[in-house]
């Protein structure tokens, strides 16, 4: 089994920052590869980003490219969302996902390939 618990999350205007972590715990974290959804109301669950295992291969949805930066830090066990240029339509209940992974790519982008799964935290932008 891994626990992700993820923090960070809030309220900010439109154009802001936000930093989201993900703490893992259970299992060697670096055996995972790791991804971000996220879902708003009303809509299905969704890709943001994904990181390999290592850290070295990351991936983003097209609508995240350039203000999205995800990272891990293996000896801390936490993957992060750095968040820029905040826009209203990024609000959304963000979840970090955990992928066991034999290959040296970054996660999946099909939510069906993640193993665990955190409880989420909620982003809120304001226009």
């Known amino acids: 089994q891994v626990q992700l618990v993820e923090s960070g999350g809030g309220l900010v205007q439109a154009g802001g920052s936000l930093r989201l972590s993900c703490l893992a715990s259970g299992r060697t974290f670096s055996n995972y590869a790791m991804g971000w959804f996220r879902q708003a109301p009303g809509k299905e669950r969704e890709f943001v980003a994904a990181?390999?295992?290592?850290?070295?291969?990351?991936d983003y949805t097209d609508s995240v490219k350039g203000r999205f930066t995800i990272s891990r830090d293996n000896a801390k066990n936490t993957v992060y969302l750095q968040m820029n240029s905040l826009k209203p339509e990024d609000t959304a209940v963000y979840y970090c996902?955990?992928?066991?992974?034999?290959?040296?790519?970054?996660?999946?982008?099909?939510?069906?390939?993640?193993?665990?799964w955190g409880q989420g935290t909620q982003v809120t932008v304001s226009s």
């Open positions: 996902a955990a992928a066991w992974s034999t290959t040296t790519g970054a996660g999946s982008r099909s939510a069906r390939q993640y193993d665990y």
């Open positions: 990181i390999s295992k290592s850290g070295g291969i990351t």
